[in-house]
């Protein structure tokens, strides 16, 4: 009886023995690349980690600094933020709170290439939106209308839309076109809710101009019956 079990064991050890020699390498290279996915995973998230822990100190030293009224160091703690962590949300954040305090000191072209940086680079759709109505505006005070109105041409989406609309109209009114200011404030005063306690700022414009929204709704019926 023993040596029946050992020949049967024999015979499945030399089995194993073959299978191995055939699939073994197989089967290890199988297992290093599962490892090594599982590492580089674990290094990954641990390295996304380590990268949002570095850019959010950042940004503090910036927030801090535009507080103080430092644009200086605004500025210079930007571009190190954006060099070293252009693919974070903190880097897209610290563009409009630098340009903000830029233009607190009137530091018009530093203002305005911190609010590019975001248009151009910025992960956020709805971060990109605001710094272009921004730099719009920028453009508008240093006379540059043609290139703020460019810039509102890439102003897209819901509840934007009415924004560009108002910025269009503020642009169109200092270059000289109250025609065309007055149709773009029309626009945005149409598209916001009635809520909307911006919508009275757009209503004040048109007022200013003799468009008073309220006074042309008040025609509408008027106009009506007369027919």
């Known amino acids: 009886m023993a040596t029946q079990l050992d020949l049967q064991e024999q015979e499945q050890l030399d089995a194993l023995k073959a299978f191995w020699n055939k699939q073994g390498n197989l089967i290890t290279w ?3 690349v599962a490892l090594s996915g599982v590492l580089g995973w674990n290094g990954w998230q641990w390295w996304q980690r380590d990268q949002a822990a570095k850019a959010s100190a950042m940004f503090d030293e910036l927030d801090r600094a535009a507080q103080a009224g430092d644009a200086e160091k605004s500025g210079r703690v930007f571009n190190d933020l954006k060099e070293r962590f252009p693919g974070t949300a903190f880097a897209q954040q610290g563009g409009l709170l630098a340009a903000k305090a830029q233009l607190a000191k009137g530091q018009i072209d530093a203002a305005k290439a911190s609010l590019g940086w975001v248009v151009d680079h910025g992960k956020e759709d709805e971060v990109r939106m605001v710094a272009r109505l921004r730099l719009a505006a920028v453009l508008g005070d240093a006379k540059q209308y043609a290139e703020g109105l460019k810039v509102l041409e890439g102003v897209k989406g819901e509840g934007f839309d009415a924004l560009a609309a108002d ?3 503020d642009l169109l009114m200092a270059e000289g076109k109250k025609d065309e200011a007055r149709a773009a404030w029309q626009a945005a005063y149409k598209a916001m809710g009635e809520k909307l306690d911006y919508r009275r700022l757009v209503d004040a414009k048109l007022t200013a ?7 042309s709704a008040a025609s509408a019926p008027a106009v009506g019956a007369a027919k």
């Open 30 to 32: 199988t297992l290093v």
């Open 167 to 169: 910025r269009r109209g």
């Open 209 to 215: 101009i003799g468009a008073a929204p309220a006074a």
